[in-house]
């Protein structure tokens, strides 16, 4: 099977990017892929998420290079089945070319106005990557399950995006994240089995778009 590759990015920061690449990356392990982060955002916040964990395993594998120039080569480089870029915030030239070796865009999106105004500066890119080839799935990220809002932004995101796929079960603004990350882990590794299972269904929705040929 061919190499896949998937880009998570947004130009908004605190939009939940790493934490959405670190939990599509487990799930993809502990679903028998051969899978590796590439941290391209220069907080290297997987890098230190990778070297907060208390064992010597590392789950999944991570690496970091935050140089746009070396991007191309890094993953050229990688023989792994599967590799998730976690990008850095902000439309940069790394964010072109994140993109542009994807075959799949990962955008997070939170319950908020300034990520919709967000959004409209970056559908441009997008649009012209999408035309090339890129798919594109909008995942819905730190809301309320239970809030009027994020059923109202589900809405809006399908009105104004119905050409993208929209994850609107994404990940819930749960405590079990913050901790888990703070320890090098990622809920799949925790009790809390609605948060697994929200993570579990993200992953196996992103795999079905991905290997949809």
Known sequence: MRQKIVG???????SGKSTLAIHVAHAAQEDGKDVCVVDADAQGTI???ANARSDNRQT???????????????????????????SPGGLSEMTGEVLGVSDLGLV???????DLWGMSEFEQ????????GL????????????SKLAEQMAEHIEEQYPHY????????????????TARGQTVLEASDKQAKNEAYVLYHAMTDLLYDE
Do not use: M
């Open 165 to 180: 796929e929209h994850f609107a079960g994404g990940l819930c603004s749960r405590v079990v994240y913050k901790r888990q």
């Open 135 to 146: 798919k594109v799935a909008l995942v819905t990220t730190k809301y309320n399950a239970a």
């Open 108 to 114: 997070p999106i939170t319950p908020s106005v300034l």
């Open 60 to 86: 999944p594998r991570v690496i970091y290079d935050d140089d746009p120039l070396s991007l191309h080569v890094t993953i050229e480089r990688l023989q792994h089945e599967l590799i998730i870029i976690d």
């Open 125 to 132: 890119i997008l649009k012209e990557r999408a035309e090339r």
């Open 47 to 49: 890098k230190d998420w």
């Open 8 to 14: 998570v990015t947004n130009t908004k920061g605190g």
